[in-house]
């Protein structure tokens, strides 16, 4: 699945979250209890200080909201993610709308890269890699900074990033365009995107 399908398929998961005098982001807050439930785990204006949770701030609103219909999906088994299950069920189309909006909005943590792993990486994302390893930057836009539906990857924690990979080279994050991706890569080839795109 391209990065164009998947900015249209946000769009139309857009149209479903969106629902008459929904909240807008401008109405929340760094106060605003929604935010303050999020920030819990995935800290001040989502730039998470935990290794193993991913940072919301500068991502971009249309994947929050594709994952936030995927946590609220029944059908679709998310152990690797198994808290967001509860915590988007609790929460309503326009809640969902505006807390997208809010952490979208806020300033992205940058990459941090350096050193040889770093470099390695870099060639992976910008020119893929052996045997059937795409370039991430098609999807991902050359910065790592996401497209439409799919999402912001640059400055994310290196942990984080390397359970990502794992899950869909094992298929933990079924049924993505990941699988496919990511079938071929090896653990040194992890190592060292994660290296590039991490900020720890």
Same mark, same amino acid.
């Given at each position: 699945?391209?990065?164009?399908?998947?900015?249209?398929?946000?769009?139309?998961?857009?149209?479903?979250?969106?629902?008459?005098?929904?909240? %807008?982001?401008?109405? !929340?807050?760094?106060?605003? +209890?929604?935010?303050?439930? @999020?920030?819990? =785990? /995935? #800290?001040?204006? *989502? $730039?998470?200080?935990?290794?193993?949770?991913?940072?919301?701030?500068?991502?971009?609103?249309?994947?929050?909201?594709?994952?936030?219909?995927?946590?609220?999906?029944?059908?679709?088994?998310?152990?690797?993610?198994?808290?967001?299950?509860?915590?988007?069920?609790?929460?309503?189309?326009?809640?969902?709308?505006?807390?997208?909006?809010?952490?979208?909005?806020?300033?992205?943590?940058?990459?941090?890269?350096?050193?040889?792993?770093?470099?390695?990486? %870099?060639?992976?994302? !910008?020119?893929?890699?052996? +045997?059937?390893?795409?370039? @991430?930057?098609? =999807? /991902? #836009?050359?910065? *790592? $900074?996401?497209?439409?539906?799919?999402?912001?990857?640059?400055?994310?924690?290196?942990?984080?990033?390397?359970?990502?990979?794992?899950?869909?080279?094992?298929?933990?994050?079924?049924?993505?365009?990941?699988?496919?991706?990511?079938?071929?890569?090896?653990?040194?080839?992890?190592?060292?995107?994660?290296?590039?795109?991490?900020?720890?």
């Amino acid at each position: 699945m391209t990065g164009r399908l998947f900015g249209i398929l946000a769009v139309l998961i857009g149209s479903v979250f969106v629902a008459p005098g929904a909240m %807008a982001a401008d109405d !929340l807050t760094a106060s605003s +209890p929604l935010v303050k439930g @999020c920030e819990g =785990c /995935h #800290g001040a204006r *989502g $730039d998470s200080q935990k290794p193993e949770v991913p940072r919301l701030n500068g991502q971009k609103s249309d994947y929050i909201l594709i994952r936030l219909k995927e946590f609220r999906d029944p059908s679709r088994k998310q152990p690797h993610a198994s808290p967001m299950t509860r915590n988007a069920a609790a929460s309503s189309n326009s809640d969902s709308v505006a807390l997208a909006q809010y952490f979208s909005r806020q300033t992205p943590t940058p990459r941090s890269a350096s050193g040889i792993e770093s470099q390695a990486g %870099a060639e992976i994302f !910008l020119h893929g890699a052996d +045997p059937a390893t795409p370039a @991430c930057a098609i =999807c /991902h #836009g050359p910065d *790592g $900074d996401g497209l439409g539906g799919t999402p912001r990857i640059a400055g994310q924690h290196r942990t984080y990033l390397m359970q990502q990979l794992a899950d869909f080279n094992f298929a933990g994050r079924p049924g993505t365009v990941m699988n496919r991706h990511t079938w071929d890569m090896t653990q040194q080839q992890m190592v060292e995107l994660a290296a590039y795109l991490s900020n720890n």
